[in-house]
């Protein structure tokens, strides 16, 4: 329970210039648009009064109600009450994706959306989360995040919120960034592959693939001998450009089988 509490606390941007641009940034005129985590629907407003449509996903019940008010106003706003992590959006096609995001699903929100059909996202992130997104090889900072972000999306910084625009203040800043999907989606190995190689980034590559075996349904002495084997063995994961990760995973998936 309080984990599912500490899920649903948000702090909602409040400063109505940075919403402004927000929202022009996303250009929503004439576009079908989905906005995750409508929060007090301040974003909401904007969004409605511009886009074809807006479909607005809310997981908190109590802001739910405080959004319902906004149906009479907007024929063309959609509110759904659910958990965007869990909603089925197979077969649904999106202009426009944009969200506040809270910070403790930024991780989840992000990985959704590299398996999901729309043509651009413009979020609101924590600073922190954006520099690790776009962090490059040999940047410690480099992760699971970083390739699965850079693989599936173009990836600009559109600009810098100050914590003081949020409501209640958090203690960080954070940044708004577009993002548009590339022709690419990983295959589950692939997924799979990246996940396990960044479990120990630091580690070389080789005694990474080993320590995550299970990951793949075999024995460490199995991945030993084949993970051993890779032209990249010695590396270290954090170091690795992204096409050389394809690579390894390709490589490692033909030496298993």
């Known amino acids: 329970m309080k984990a599912h509490a500490k899920r649903l606390g948000q702090n909602f941007l409040s400063d109505v210039r940075v919403l402004n641009r927000e929202v022009d940034y996303a250009k929503p005129d004439s576009k079908l648009v989905l906005e995750v985590g409508a929060g007090d629907g301040r974003l909401t407003r904007l969004l409605a009064s511009r886009a074809k449509k807006v ?3 809310e997981v908190d019940k109590r802001l739910v109600q405080r959004l319902l008010p906004l149906l009479v106003e907007f024929e063309n706003l959609e509110i759904i009450h659910a958990d965007f992590l869990e909603l089925d959006l197979k077969g649904k096609h999106f202009d426009l994706v944009i969200s506040n995001v809270p910070y403790s699903i ?8 590299t398996g999901m059909n729309f043509t651009r996202a413009v979020l609101c ?9 776009l962090a490059k090889p040999s940047d410690r900072k480099r992760s699971r995040l970083s390739v699965m972000s850079q693989l599936h999306f173009d990836i600009w910084g559109l600009e810098k919120v100050p914590h003081r625009a949020f409501k209640p203040s958090p203690k960080v800043d954070s940044a708004i960034i ?3 999907k590339k022709n690419f989606t990983a295959t589950e190995f692939q997924a799979n592959f990246i996940n396990a190689l960044f479990q120990h980034k630091k580690k ?6 080993v320590d995550s075996a299970h990951m793949f349904g075999r024995s460490k002495q199995e991945v030993k001998k084949v993970a051993n084997s890779l032209s ?12 050389q990760i394809l690579k390894l995973a390709l490589d490692f998936r033909d030496a298993l089988n």
């Open 232 to 243: 990249l063995a010695d590396e270290r994961a954090f170091r690795l450009t992204n096409e």
């Open 106 to 113: 930024s991780a989840p929100l992000l990985f959704k959306l």
């Open 178 to 180: 577009e993002l548009r």
């Open 204 to 209: 070389r590559v080789a005694n990474s693939l």
């Open 125 to 133: 992130l924590q600073k922190e989360f954006v520099d690790r997104m």
């Open 55 to 57: 479909v607005a996903v």
